[in-house]
């Protein structure tokens, strides 16, 4: 294995990776993911949920044909796959912006710098 001039990496011990996880820093990117996720998973779910729903009760509305063979139900449907990738899009931006620094800092103050 070759050497490098690399200081060793530091290992945290249990009382400072808890100490880390009772700073408000950490506290911070807790709060700030948790402020993203749980209404975007809510977002999500009543948005599925209300598709769920039409399928199952509103057939018609669901057949209503919007052009040729394509019907409300069709555009509903791959309209959960768009909301899909455009909530990770949006996450990804989000956490590259956000979440991924601050853990960053976080980590850095743990285990110090990688290199």
Known sequence: ??????????????????AAQASPEFQELRSK????????TAFFLLWYGLYVVLGAFAHDFMATKVFG????????????FVTTFVITG???????????????AI??????PTQ
């Open 69 to 80: 063979n394509v019907n409300v139900g069709l555009l509903l449907g791959l309209g959960q």
């Open 107 to 112: 980590r850095t103050e743990l285990e110090g």
């Open 90 to 104: 949006v996450y990804v931006r989000f956490a590259n912006r956000e979440l991924d620094p601050r853990a960053a």
């Open 33 to 40: 993911l948790r402020r993203f996720v749980f209404p975007m």
């Open 1 to 18: 294995m070759p050497e490098t001039d690399l200081p060793p990496r530091v290992v945290p011990s249990g009382a400072q990776f808890l």
